[in-house]
């Protein structure tokens, strides 16, 4: 049996957050703009989408409604755009080579129909996995965590998971701790910020919530979900290239990354 050498994930995350320091005006830019956008139109759209939830607040099943589901849809496609755009970004950075936000909106929406359809099939698996077994699920999302990335820089169609499964494979439970390290220490960022600041306790009222949010605490948001989207793309970056290191040697960029 083949001894592959340790992942080394807290190496991974440390080595996002020393690039996302290094780095973080060219990548919050691309991951701040298009989310700040987003998320003003959908503050503003706010109390449309549920429109009928708030005439009939006892009833949770009003929140349901048509315009809730395309709201969900919408967002959804635009979300997984934007991080396979803020993984090509990652990568053009983490290669040491400036950003090319132009070859990355090209290269993503080129990939764009296959991105979207692999994900909602990824997560639609996962989250039945979850729902049933639960440790099926959580394993089931490391062992397609490479997916994306997968796509993105090979041009793989649906074979991108089972390509994803190879590489991962004898890997999974590291990754998953390193996925947990990551968002714990970015939640705890973002809840000092959130509640020293006050927005915690704004948010708090969830019905004022849906009627929309002053325009400080939406940017505030935006900011925050923007670093934790560069820095998520940065480890799914340096993860993908050291799994295709180990397994198949000579990963191109590999020697950068690290360095």
Same mark, same amino acid.
């Given at each position: 049996?083949?001894?592959?050498?340790?992942l @080394?994930?807290?190496?991974?995350? *440390?080595?996002?957050?020393?690039?996302?320091?290094?780095?973080?005006?060219?990548?919050?830019?691309?991951?701040?703009?298009?989310?700040?956008? /987003?998320?003003?139109?959908?503050?503003?759209?706010?109390?449309?989408?549920?429109e =009928?939830?708030?005439?009939?607040?006892?009833?949770?099943?009003?929140?349901f *409604?048509?315009?809730?589901?395309?709201?969900?849809?919408?967002t959804?496609i635009?979300?997984?755009?934007?991080?396979?755009f %803020?993984?090509?970004?990652?990568?053009q950075?983490?290669? *040491?080579?400036a950003?090319?936000? *132009?070859?990355?909106?090209?290269?993503?929406?080129k990939? @764009?129909? !296959?991105?979207?359809?692999?994900?909602?099939?990824?997560?639609?698996?996962?989250?039945?996995?979850? +729902?049933?077994?639960?440790i099926?699920g959580?394993?089931?999302?490391?062992?397609?965590?490479?997916?994306?990335?997968?796509?993105?820089?090979?041009?793989?169609g649906f074979?991108?998971?089972?390509?994803?499964?190879?590489?991962?494979?004898?890997?999974?439970?590291?990754?998953?701790?390193?996925? /947990?390290? %990551?968002? /714990?220490a970015?939640?705890?960022?973002?809840?000092?910020?959130?509640?020293?600041?006050? !927005? @915690? +306790?704004a948010a708090?009222?969830?019905? =004022?919530?849906?009627?929309?949010?002053?325009?400080? !605490?939406?940017a505030?948001?935006?900011?925050i979900?923007?670093?934790?989207?560069?820095?998520?793309?940065?480890?799914t970056? %340096?993860?993908?290239?050291?799994?295709? =290191?180990?397994?198949?040697? @000579?990963?191109?960029g590999a020697? =950068?990354?690290?360095?």
């Open positions: 049996m083949t001894q592959f050498p340790p @080394g994930v807290t190496n991974l995350v *440390g080595a996002s957050f020393s690039a996302f320091s290094k780095h973080y005006l060219s990548l919050l830019l691309a991951a701040f703009i298009p989310i700040l956008v /987003v998320q003003l139109i959908a503050n503003a759209m706010m109390p449309m989408i549920f =009928d939830f708030l005439a009939n607040p006892a009833d949770p099943t009003a929140m *409604g048509t315009r809730y589901f395309l709201f969900l849809a919408g959804t635009f979300s997984i755009l934007h991080l396979g %803020l993984m090509i970004v990652a990568g950075i983490l290669q *040491g080579n950003s090319n936000i *132009g070859e990355a909106v090209i290269t993503v929406l990939r @764009g129909f !296959i991105l979207v359809a692999l994900t909602v099939v990824m997560y639609v698996c996962a989250s039945l996995g979850l +729902i049933l077994l639960i099926p959580i394993v089931l999302m490391a062992a397609w965590s490479l997916a994306m990335p997968v796509v993105i820089f090979e041009g793989k074979e991108a998971l089972g390509y994803s499964a190879q590489l991962t494979k004898e890997y999974r439970w590291p990754i998953i701790g390193g996925m /947990v390290l %990551l968002i /714990v970015m939640a705890v960022v973002s809840l000092v910020i959130q509640y020293g600041l006050g !927005i @915690g +306790i708090a009222n969830q019905l =004022d919530a849906l009627l929309g949010q002053p325009i400080w !605490i939406v505030i948001n935006a900011v979900g923007a670093a934790f989207m560069a820095i998520m793309s940065l480890f970056v %340096l993860l993908y290239t050291r799994l295709k =290191d180990i397994k198949e040697g @000579g990963a191109v020697e =950068d990354v690290f360095s």
